[in-house]
């Protein structure tokens, strides 16, 4: 069975209270911006919000009687139990993707999920916190301003940046690039994502020339003018083409599923139906196929490296799949996650979120005039709600996302509370984050790669930060582990705190807030990183080993 879904919107409970209803209005918003949602299917080729629609349905109905004393519990999509706890619980809890460490690959997996025993969330689908590619779009805009201040300049205007993917997270880079002030050339092999990235206003023009589409770029590269084509074609063919044709972009990247060889990349020469057929034919023939592209584009991307190119890897796993095909120097390519962002980590900056419950726009223009006016300070987050205003249109239920630090998280929580119980603020707020966060993830090969102390693939670290969001009485605490592709490469953890106006609402986000960015800290603190441990000191987080 399936249907359409979108979230419910307006001051109308179909629950119990606020809190069970603002869950489920994630759940039905995670579906309404997903890429594949007949599939249940919200992002990174597999992600999936419930295991079927049997058990989406289940959930529905369970969000919708249960109490606020009472916990409901998912396994991997699956609602299995409702447990009476107490009012300050969590509504629910969830375990997602998980396999114990040697069962971790993806053909275990991948035989698991065909009896129907698990489901792969992704960071943000399974525990639905996914809002789109507007979720991830402040994130790419950083990472890309960050490279142009490797350039030393403070624009990307006269850069050309090349990628792939315009998938439900890399549909955010054409926007990203161009708010940076550059040109992108995003290569995409299905047409109708660069279609529905257009309609979106995500990316402005499609291409499917690939000399129409390098004479445009060229064009406005030369002019200094902003601009993103979507170029219909084959990241294994065009990297090494442009290549070819002695075109040095400044930045070359890339958001292709490659973490997963057998759904989530298309090998060069074939169309996306030959693709699907051959998956169901010889999985291992399609798996190998994959890899065997992906190495040609990453030997493209480490000579663009060689040539002068800000390379990086953006966390699609390519760099270990091209390994697995013969590209010894694979991790030649630096993780974006290293190079640009774990300063920021040691401060508890990353992308928290925050969703307009009732569907009405002005709720999220009024936080951004409260980011304006209390947090002018954190100059990251300021510059880029001005931006977000003018370039990033809503997707599904009004959202923002604002990369606040250790203790600015916990601030804002209480402040919009208040207006809630005010009334300015009209309905209440879900907080969230993605698990690409300070305390959200173990990932060696991404987040935590090359940790200072080695510490990479310990993941004590996300299931503490679950526990002890659970303790600090969010409202909903998943942990993950990697799935599909990505079976055995990580574990990770989210949080969705609802902020309703209520004094319990106040504690919640007090202390869920607090608690979530202040365990991130002391595990960079703990890896030995000065900014973080300076955080620890600044905040007075009582870490008594650090
Ligand atoms: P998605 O599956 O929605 O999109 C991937 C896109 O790549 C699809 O549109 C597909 O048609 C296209 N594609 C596949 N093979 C191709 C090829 N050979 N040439 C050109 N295009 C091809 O996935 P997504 O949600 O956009 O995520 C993309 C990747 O980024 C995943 O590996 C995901 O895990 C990773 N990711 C990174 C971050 C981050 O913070 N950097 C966040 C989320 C996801």
């Not at 490279?147 to 880079?173: H, N, P, V, W, Y």
């Not at 800000?310 to 095909?325: D, H, L, P, S, W």
Request: with cysteine.
């Amino acid at each position: 069975m399936s249907n359409r879904i979108t979230a419910a919107r307006g001051l109308n409970l179909r629950c119990k209270g606020w809190r069970q209803e603002s869950i489920l209005r994630m759940l039905e918003n995670n579906l309404e911006n997903g890429e594949r949602p007949d599939d249940l299917i919200v992002y990174a080729a597999r992600g999936k919000a419930a295991r079927n629609w049997d058990c989406y349905h289940t959930i529905v109905n369970v969000l919708k009687e249960i109490k606020e004393d009472e916990t409901l519990v998912i396994q991997s999509g699956k609602p299995v139990a409702v447990f009476k706890t107490h009012d300050r619980a969590p509504i629910v809890i969830m375990a997602n993707g998980n396999l114990v460490g040697r069962w971790a690959t993806p053909e275990n997996f991948y035989a698991l999920e065909n009896k129907g025993l698990t489901m792969w969330g992704g960071y943000t689908a399974g525990d639905w916190m996914y809002i789109g590619s507007q979720g991830i779009v402040q994130g790419t805009y950083e990472v890309f301003a960050s490279a142009a201040r490797e350039r030393l300049t403070d624009s990307l205007k006269g850069c050309l940046i090349l990628t792939g993917g315009l998938g439900g997270m890399g549909g955010a880079q054409p926007l990203a690039g161009t708010m940076n002030g550059g040109v992108v050339l995003a290569v995409e092999v299905d047409p109708e994502r660069i279609k529905r990235r257009i309609e979106t206003g995500y990316c402005q023009v499609l291409s499917t020339d690939l000399d129409d589409a390098l004479k445009r770029c060229l064009k406005a590269k030369e002019k200094g003018e902003a601009l993103s084509v979507g170029l219909v074609g084959n990241a294994a063919v065009v990297f090494p083409e442009i290549l070819r044709r002695g075109i040095v972009p400044e930045i070359v990247t890339d958001q292709t599923s490659a973490h997963d060889a057998l759904y989530g990349y298309i090998p060069e020469g074939m169309s996306l139906g030959e693709a699907d057929e051959l998956r169901k034919r010889s999985p291992e023939e399609m798996i190998r196929r994959s890899r065997q592209s992906m190495a040609v584009q990453v030997k493209a991307m480490l000579e663009f490296l060689d040539k002068g190119s800000i390379v990086f890897e953006y966390g699609n796993n390519i760099r270990a799949q091209a390994k697995m095909a013969g590209v010894d120097d694979a991790f030649r390519i630096p993780i974006f996650v290293e190079r640009f962002m774990r300063t920021m980590f040691c401060k508890g900056l990353g992308p928290f979120r925050w969703v307009a419950i009732s569907g009405d726009e002005s709720d999220i223009f009024k936080i951004d005039s409260i980011i304006l006016e209390e947090f002018s300070a954190n100059t990251i987050v300021a510059n880029w709600i001005k931006l977000a205003r003018e370039h990033v249109h809503f997707q599904g239920l009004p959202a923002r996302i604002g990369w606040l630090s250790h203790g600015e998280r916990t601030e804002l929580g209480l402040i919009v509370n208040d207006r809630i119980r005010k009334g300015v603020i009209k309905g209440p707020i879900a907080f969230t984050r993605d698990h690409l966060d300070c305390g959200g993830v173990s990932q060696p090969y991404r987040e935590t790669e090359n940790m200072r102390d080695g510490s990479d693939a310990i993941s004590d670290w996300p299931l503490l930060n679950a526990l002890l969001n659970c303790s600090a009485m969010a409202d909903l605490v998943a942990i993950h582990g990697g799935g599909a592709g990505y079976a055995g490469y990580y574990q990770s953890a989210g949080l969705i705190v609802i902020a309703d106006g209520t004094s319990a609402a106040d504690k919640r986000l007090e202390l869920a807030l607090t608690a979530d960015t202040g365990i991130g800290v002391v595990r960079y603190a703990d890896a030995g990183y000065e900014t973080a441990i300076e955080t620890v000191r600044q905040k007075k987080i009582r870490a008594p080993m650090i």
